[in-house]
Nanobody, 125 residues
């Protein structure tokens, strides 16, 4: 069993930055992927970024490429999402997720087995 706990959400002005953390407990295997998704009211859950637990390979959604950076610290069992140049379109609940996800399914939320409770990010314009 894996448990995920997000933190770091909050209110930020447009153009600002915010860093999210996802603390991981339980058994994470080398073939697991750590992902970040977000969901705004009335919208589908959207892929944000992902990183393989055993390598430095990263993946990004088109809407955040160049602004967001995903990283992980295996020693601390923590995954981070650094978000820069935020705008109102980034307002959403951000979720951390993990599971044995194949590369072709990286952007599909249904491919992830475990999910955190989410953390709210609000960008004011």
């Amino acid at each position: 069993q894996v448990q995920l706990a997000e933190s770091g959400g909050g209110l930020v002005q447009a153009g600002g930055s915010l860093s999210l953390s996802c603390a991981v407990s339980g058994s994470i295997y080398n073939n697991y992927v750590m992902g970040w998704f977000r969901q705004a009211p009335g919208k589908e859950r959207e892929f944000v970024a992902a990183i393989r637990w055993s390598s430095s390979t990263t993946f990004y959604g088109d809407s955040v490429k160049g602004r967001f950076t995903i990283s992980r610290d295996n020693a601390k069992n923590t995954v981070y999402l650094q978000m820069n140049s935020l705008n109102s379109e980034d307002t959403a609940v951000y979720y951390c997720a993990t599971g044995p996800v194949s590369t072709m399914s990286i952007k599909s939320h249904s491919a992830y087995r475990y999910w955190g409770q989410g953390t709210q990010v609000t960008v004011s314009s």
